[in-house]
């Protein structure tokens, strides 16, 4: 009967072991072309990264919202001391997390984790905005930011996942994970 | 003792002398012709490779500055006479201001090499390093070669180009005929392509990637495409200023590079500075088997691919443009606009804008209706039986708003179209509003968060606009057309990245003089001052807005110019699945668009649960009747080599842009948060 009991056991284990590597095999390895960081991205999203005014930005973009005006994405924006309009860490974080009655923004305090082993701050941002910009019909919906800080020396990454608020319980465990697979270039 | 010189010492001996008087005859008669002979050589390379004289070949004055700068003299008569005060001859002349040349671009260079390597790189320049590089440049601008110009235009506005180009020796140390570009290879990664049929080889008759300076050129091997399949020439309207010698001329067709290199100079007026752009580019050697033009019944509509290039882009001066607007066929309201978009645009964009009005003559009016799903201007494109273009410019002047109670608190205002077009390709019922009908009464007037507003008896609103935002709604608009004409709308993501940022960066000028945002709609107020205040999740906010299935401007699997050059190399490899597929994501993405569209209509509650779902069956119904044509691989090769030039052209005009908007935001102080 032991016997039974330790072969039902193992039979279970071994029923999840296929759906878990599944899921670890979703999502896929991905590092910018300019190699300053390296991330899993989770599967079905698509990475692309630009250059914009203010620096190099990576958008990881999932699915579409319910009402099809927002696409999720995770933005990871490298802030870099010698760029224009540079702000230092903490400041940048005081002022991302300034209200706006315009847009109803408000933001929770900024809570520290260790992210690919720096004492890094997270916080979240929810905001009111029409949607589809410049489209009719157009509405006000709200919106929903988990965002990271990341220091690196003077410099720092800002990661922003971005999704409106009717679903955004549904990637806070995909943040995690993100942010948890996030590596910088020079992590040892 | 040498014999030469015991020979000479002979004959100088004068007691010699007498020695070849009774020489004999034959001697003397075979020394003759020798010494005549030397003489005559030395005669013949005197005339023959004469001393330079600058009284017969004058040098310009580049040539002459060149020549001081290295110590040569220009002597008073013509000779020019090197460092070690040798007098140069003809032949020497060539070869020696090339090196010169050569020298002066190489210390030029270096130079740059030493600027940039102090500061943190060529991205990231701080403004007087960016100056004392703009000076290096400008002091040698005309000693570089056109690929070295066309790298370094990305430092000048189109108005600091104009002097510096104007300048330049007519015959530049590279003539353009003899320019032949790097060939680059579309190399196929996975197994054989799947056709076999005969494919020109790739011609580098295309101009380079046009890289500005802030975006490295992306390090992916393209082929030339070939010549694109090409839609029937648009005849240009005709147009007061400046119009091309061959306006209105259909031409025989060949290769689109050769036509985009061969319009630039025999177009632009003469005195006029052609910026430097990938459709000024200088003429390319020819195609050495120019494709017949294949029918374009092979593709869908859909996928019509580039026209023939209008005219190039140049810079237009305000008097012009004002004489022009003289006798534009345009209303007084639509002039006012155009003259503040003439007086105020982003200069980077100017020239795009106006070009599009002058060359293109689009039909410019304000009725909301016409505007159909755009909540401000749309860009309508009406194509007749010849395959003639033209443009119209529906402008709307103000929103319908519909406010919508909540159950406790407050009201949620909605903004909807007053177009029955709209409607109908919904298959959902007009709404029912007195603000959407076009003989509506209103009850009154007032002042209202969206400008003057007139209110209707069943609480519908119709706002109005500024004409400072309506005239950053029709810079957009009109970029948007530029983009289509000149075919780098081929990255829609790009031509809507343009023209939002040229219509933001006009807002921050007229904010900048009012010193107040009030004469934004409450909308673009909140856009404009994230962009302000918050300029990082601002570009983000456009990003997952783009790329929603509402808009589907962004299509998130190719991202930007960039990484869609890199989704076409990989898709060119797998013809002609990849244009199927692709052909299916876009016409899913547009079916998405409209089933979005009649969804936001039911969660505001102007449609019941049961004609949103009878809306999406007749949706569905139409789009399965849209047959799915057949594909080649051919033309599936075609249809993705086509786009390089367009994807190429949007990457270096969003360079532009960000460079641009860099500048301003440091010279109007407007640096705000970074995130």
Redesign the interface.
């Known amino acids: 009967m032991p016997i039974i009991k330790i072969i039902s056991i193992a039979a279970l284990l071994w029923g999840a072991r296929p759906a878990r590597a599944q899921e670890e095999a979703k999502a896929s390895r991905y590092a910018p072309p300019t190699r300053s960081f390296y991330c899993d991205v989770p599967s079905g999203w698509?990475?692309?990264?630009?250059?914009?005014?203010?620096g190099n930005?990576v958008?990881l973009?999932g699915p579409?919202?319910p009402?099809?005006?927002?696409?999720?994405?995770i933005?990871i924006?490298w802030?870099?001391k010698?760029?224009?309009?540079?702000?230092p860490v903490a400041k940048?974080i005081d002022?991302?997390r300034g209200s706006?009655p315009?847009?109803e923004r408000t933001a929770t305090g900024a809570r520290p984790m260790r992210i690919s082993g720096i004492l890094s701050r997270t916080f979240e941002i929810q905001e009111t905005?029409?949607?589809?910009?410049?489209?009719?019909?157009?509405?006000?919906e709200e919106l929903h930011h988990y965002v990271a800080v990341i220091p690196s020396g003077e410099s720092y990454y800002?990661i922003?996942l971005?999704s409106t608020r009717d679903v955004y319980l549904d990637y806070r465990k995909l943040f995690v994970d993100f942010l948890r697979s996030f590596k910088t270039a020079n992590f040892r | 003792m040498p014999f030469a010189s015991r020979s000479l010492q002979y004959l100088l001996n004068k007691g010699q002398v007498g020695y070849l008087v009774p020489m004999p005859r034959v001697r003397a008669a075979i020394a003759a012709p020798g010494l005549l002979f030397c003489l005559a050589a030395a005669a013949w390379a005197i005339v023959a490779d004469p001393f330079y004289n600058t009284r017969l070949h004058p040098f310009t004055a580049l040539q002459a500055d060149l020549l001081s700068a290295n110590h040569f003299q220009i002597r008073p008569d013509g000779s020019v006479v090197n460092p070690d005060g040798q007098p140069l001859r003809e032949s020497d002349m060539p070869y020696l201001l090339t090196r010169l040349q050569s020298a002066q671009r190489l210390k030029a260079l270096l130079q740059l090499d030493i600027l940039l390597n102090r500061s943190g790189g060529e991205k990231r320049l701080p403004l007087a390093e960016k100056n004392e590089v703009k000076k290096i440049l400008r002091e040698n601008w005309p000693h570089f070669t056109w690929s070295m110009r066309k790298h370094f235009s990305g430092y000048f506005t189109l108005r600091e180009l104009e002097p510096l180009n104007k300048n330049l020796p007519p015959d530049h140390n590279e003539s353009p005929l003899t320019m032949k570009d790097p060939e680059i290879i579309f190399a196929p990664q996975a197994a054989e392509p799947p056709f076999t049929g005969p494919v020109a080889p790739p011609v580098a008759a295309a101009p380079a990637a046009v890289v500005a300076t802030a975006v490295p050129a992306p390090a992916i091997p393209l082929a030339e495409p070939k010549p694109p399949i090409s839609v029937a020439a648009v005849a240009p309207a005709p147009s007061p200023l400046a119009a091309p010698k061959d306006a209105g001329v259909l031409k025989p067709w060949i290769a689109a590079d050769v036509a985009v290199a061969a319009a630039v100079p025999a177009a632009a007026p003469p005195g006029a500075a052609v910026p430097v752009s990938a459709s000024t580019l200088p003429p390319a050697p020819p195609a050495p088997a120019p494709a017949k033009a294949e029918p374009a019944a092979a593709l869908p509509p859909s996928f019509a691919i580039l026209a023939a290039r209008e005219t190039p882009l140049r810079e237009i001066l305000r008097e012009e443009f004002d004489k022009f607007l003289a006798d534009a066929p345009y209303g007084r309201d639509v002039k006012a606009l155009l003259l503040l978009i003439s007086e105020k645009a982003p200069n980077f964009a100017r020239a795009h804008a106006l070009n599009a009005v002058i060359s293109g003559l689009p039909l410019i009016v304000v009725d909301s209706s016409r505007a159909g799903a755009s909540a401000r201007g749309a860009l309508l494109t009406q194509e007749n039986s010849s395959g003639e273009k033209s443009y119209t410019i529906a402008m709307s002047p103000g929103p319908l708003l519909y406010k919508r109670k909540s159950l406790f608190f407050g009201s949620a205002t909605m903004l909807l179209s007053d177009s029955p077009q709209v409607y109908s390709a919904l298959h959902v019922p007009f709404p029912k509003l007195e603000g959407a009908k076009r003989d509506g009464l209103a009850l009154k007037q007032q002042d209202g968060a969206w400008g003057q507003a007139r209110i209707y008896s069943d609480g519908s609103e119709r706002g109005s606009y500024s004409q400072q935002q309506q005239a950053g709604s029709l810079l957009r608009e009109l970029l948007l057309l530029d983009a289509k004409r000149q075919g780098w709308d081929v990255s829609a993501y790009a031509a809507e990245l343009f023209a939002a940022t040229a219509q933001t960066l006009l807002y921050a000028r007229f904010y900048l003089e009012l010193k107040n945002d009030r004469f934004l709609d409450p909308e673009l107020r909140a856009n404009f001052r994230q962009w302000l205040q918050r300029p990082a999740e601002y570009r983000d906010f456009l990003v997952h807005s783009l790329s929603s299935g509402r808009l589907g401007i962004l299509d998130a699997r190719k991202g930007g110019p960039e990484s869609q050059l890199q989704f076409n190399q990989e898709a060119w490899v797998s013809c002609p699945q990849s244009l199927a597929q692709d052909k299916s994501a876009a016409l899913a993405a547009q079916q998405d668009v409209l089933n979005k569209q009649a969804l936001s209509l039911w969660r505001m509650g102007l449609l019941e649960s049961k004609e949103l779902e009878e809306a999406r069956k007749a949706l569905q119904g139409d789009w399965l009747s849209v047959k799915a044509a057949d594909i080649s691989a051919e033309s599936c090769v075609k249809y993705w080599q086509s786009q390089s030039d367009g994807l190429k052209q949007a990457s270096a005009l969003l360079a532009q842009m960000t460079l641009a908007e860099q500048k301003f935001r440091e010279e109007a102080g407007l640096n705000g948060a970074n995130n």
């Open positions: 698509h990475a692309f990264e630009e250059e914009d005014a203010l930005v958008h973009l579409d919202s009402s099809g005006n927002y696409r999720t994405g933005d924006r802030v870099e010698s760029q224009p309009g540079f702000r940048a002022e991302m706006d315009m847009t905005r029409r949607l589809a910009p410049d489209s009719l019909p157009s509405l006000e800002v922003r971005s």
